[in-house]
T-cell receptor, first 115, second 114 residues
């Protein structure tokens, strides 16, 4: 069975400092992995996705994530946080090997950015 | 990509009543999904809406409580039946396709049961 664990429920950084949101996954096959962001009272937005191509994935708004099979990790990073990055972030794994859009969500990490 | 419209965007309902949520996609898609996001929680898959056949429900969700229709490849409805305050959540429609490698989400329906 597929699962995903976000290691921090809450992360607080100062504006301009690096962001690291940690995610570990479990999958019986080569997974597709995603990071989604949810701003307050807004819909879900895809930040980036890994689908067995390059292990370092670049997404929108300066975010990137590295797929590490040996560590079963897919951590999300950004070199310099902006106030607008404050939101809920979800690490997500595809539930099916065919990746038809059926997803399993992590519990989420709330990112707080302090001025 | 796909553009998904959900209606209503929010509603406040009396316990014991039912609410039907509509999901309209701007293109034909093979797979449609319904998720629930309880307050302060992550998203949980309720069911896969299959075109022309009965929906496939995840563990903990049943058809009597969450009946789903999928009359064609661009439209689906989710009904929350006999509502109780515990059903207060955001309900989201999502689409994915075998040719794509991501899921697209509607804006969600914020349901409050009083």
């Amino acid at each position: 069975a597929q699962s995903v664990t976000q290691l921090d429920s809450h992360v607080s950084v100062s504006e301009g400092t690096p962001v690291l949101l940690r995610c570990n996954y479990s999958s019986s096959y080569s997974p597709s992995l995603f990071w989604y962001v949810q701003h307050p009272n807004k819909g879900l937005q895809l930040l980036l996705k890994y689908t067995s191509a390059a292990t370092l994935v670049k997404g929108i708004n300066g975010f990137e994530a590295e797929f590490k099979k040996s560590e079963t990790s897919f951590h999300l990073t950004k070199p310099s946080a902006h106030m607008s990055d404050a939101a809920e972030y979800f690490c997500v794994v595809s539930a099916l090997s065919s990746n038809t859009g059926k997803l399993i969500f992590g519990q989420g990490t709330t990112l707080q950015v302090k001025p | 990509s796909a553009v998904i419209s959900q209606k209503p965007s929010r509603d406040i309902c009396q316990r014991g009543t039912s609410l039907t949520i509509q999901c309209q996609v701007d293109s034909q898609v093979t797979m449609m999904f319904w998720y629930r996001q309880q307050p302060g929680q992550s998203l949980t898959l309720i069911a896969t809406a299959n075109q022309g056949s009965e929906a496939t429900y995840e563990s903990g969700f049943v058809i009597d409580k969450f009946p789903i229709s999928r009359p064609n490849l661009t439209f689906s409805t989710l009904t929350v039946s006999n509502m109780s305050p515990e059903d207060s959540s955001i309900y989201l429609c999502s689409v994915g396709d075998r040719e794509n490698t991501e899921a697209f989400f509607g804006q969600g329906t914020r349901l409050t049961v009083v």
